[in-house]
């Protein structure tokens, strides 16, 4: 498999188009909040949690509103840093917002307890990269879990999904856009998630479908 060195595949989210996607994604709380729960069931007190490109941070917010952890989101773009930053500071969690590339983690080895990823993965020029970053910043034991859109979810399964979060019309008509000619394109098949596990330093996952998506989880 080859991967590329640039960080991400998308268009860059920066200025006026992260902007829009903060103001478009805030409106997912139900979202947002059943995956931090998902992560939340599987941390003990006090875990440290880093969030792999976290965006406008709402999924790190939610985790951090759950109880006694100390939170970090890395993010490629500049513009969610600052808008992330800022999000943490008006709902009062202390939050440690980062740029940086998710295929080199500025963390040292076994920093963190739990990593999350959300609706990013299949963004990633190396992947593969940010999975051995993943396992290296892990403490022994530590867990991950990677959520993103599968590759064979249906038309009528997005248009589900899309009704679910509380947007406009015209939000919701782009995001189903979005999905159907932008998302799944680029969104990996189970037997891609496994071939890149089977080279990272993870070697296997646990893949799990999960509505729209997946929920890979990972063990160190």
């Not at 892990?138 to 859109?149: F, M, T």
Request: aromatic share 10%; charged share 25%; with cysteine.
């Amino acid at each position: 498999m080859t991967t590329s060195t640039k960080p991400y595949k998308g268009p860059a989210m920066e200025g006026v188009i992260a902007s829009w996607y903060a103001n478009n994604t805030r409106g997912d709380v139900r979202g947002y909040q059943a995956c931090a729960k998902s992560v939340v069931e599987r941390l003990s007190p006090y875990s440290r949690v880093l969030e792999v490109a976290p965006g406008p941070g709402y999924l790190a917010i939610e985790i951090a509103k759950r109880g006694s952890f100390q939170v970090a989101g890395l993010d490629i773009s500049h513009s969610f840093v600052r808008i992330a930053t800022e999000n943490a500071r008006r709902e009062g969690v202390a939050i440690d917002f980062r740029h940086g590339d998710a295929a080199h983690l500025p963390f040292p080895d076994e920093s963190f307890d739990f990593v999350v990823c959300r609706a990013a993965f299949k963004n990633f020029s190396d992947p593969v990269g940010a999975l051995d970053e993943i396992h290296r910043v892990l403490k022994p034991g530590g867990k991950a879990s990677i959520y993103d859109l599968r590759k064979d979810a249906s038309l009528a399964d997005i248009d589900a999904e899309v009704q679910g979060m509380g947007q406009s019309w015209l939000n919701a008509l782009l995001t189903r856009l979005t999905f159907r000619h932008m998302l799944l394109k680029s969104a990996y098949t189970s037997e891609e998630l496994e071939r890149m596990l089977s080279v990272s330093r993870f070697g296997a996952g646990d893949i799990r479908r999960d509505g729209i998506g997946f929920d890979l989880r990972l063990a160190k």
